[in-house]
């Protein structure tokens, strides 16, 4: 089965740091550009941030350029969002998604939250 | 950045009738390699990601019911569904991945009448 699993959100207070993490299998993950998408609790999706095949190609959504960085491990099929200077305007559902012209295949998102 | 703008924010529609979404892009969003359009269409269900219904403006993906389809061209995209069934009650995105950054219509609720 096709999936992505992602994991690693929490609480955490202003200012902090979180690493989210992303999981690929039933496809060949170093195939496919990769990307964050989030969504604030009760609005729209927002892209966050993706990645290309061999992880030389990255792009940020203005918001969160300098805080966030985004890196991949092929070997493991593992995606990694590392985020810090979190503000509370950061909190979200996370999702991880595969990026194929579309994202053709969503995890059920991680939960962020940041408040004091 | 190019603006993705849904119409309309919402919709309320009787089972088996047509329901129509629109979205607009502020620039072109054709893809010169193909010369197809970068749109894609996605239904989110309460709780649950989203799920691609469409890439390529008109292009089904495998698996979604026959009753979505997708039009459009230039600035101008057009999602349908042909008769509305009670699964379809969901919020829907247009989406553009033409050009970084990607982005999002800011969705249409649609609803049973």
């Known amino acids: 089965e096709v999936q992505v699993v992602e994991s690693g959100g929490g609480l955490v207070q202003p200012g902090g740091s979180l690493r989210l993490s992303c999981a690929g299998s039933g496809f060949t993950f170093s195939n496919y550009w990769m990307s964050w998408v989030r969504q604030a609790p009760g609005k729209g999706l927002e892209w966050v941030s993706n990645l290309n095949q061999d992880g030389t190609e990255k792009n940020y959504v203005d918001s969160v350029k300098g805080r966030f960085t985004i890196s991949r491990d092929n070997a493991k099929n593992s995606l990694t969002l590392q985020m810090n200077y979190l503000r509370p305007e950061d909190t979200a559902v996370y999702y991880c998604?595969?990026?194929?012209?579309?994202?053709?295949?969503w995890g059920q998102g991680t939960l962020v939250t940041v408040s004091s | 950045d190019i603006v993705m703008t849904q119409s309309p924010d919402s919709l309320a529609v009787s089972v088996g009738e047509r329901a129509t979404i629109n979205c607009k892009s502020s620039q072109s969003i054709l893809y010169s390699s193909n010369n197809k359009n970068c749109l894609a269409w996605y239904q989110q269900k309460t709780g649950q990601p989203p799920k691609l219904l469409i890439s390529?403006?008109?292009t089904r993906k495998s698996g979604v019911p026959d009753r979505f389809s997708g039009s459009g061209s230039g600035t101008g995209f057009t999602l349908t569904i042909s008769s509305l069934q009670p699964e379809d009650v969901a919020v829907y995105y247009c989406q553009q991945y033409c050009r970084a950054p990607d982005t999002f219509g800011q969705g249409t609720k649609l609803e049973i009448k």
């Open positions: 390529w403006a008109s």
């Open positions: 998604a595969r990026d194929d012209y579309g994202y053709d295949v």
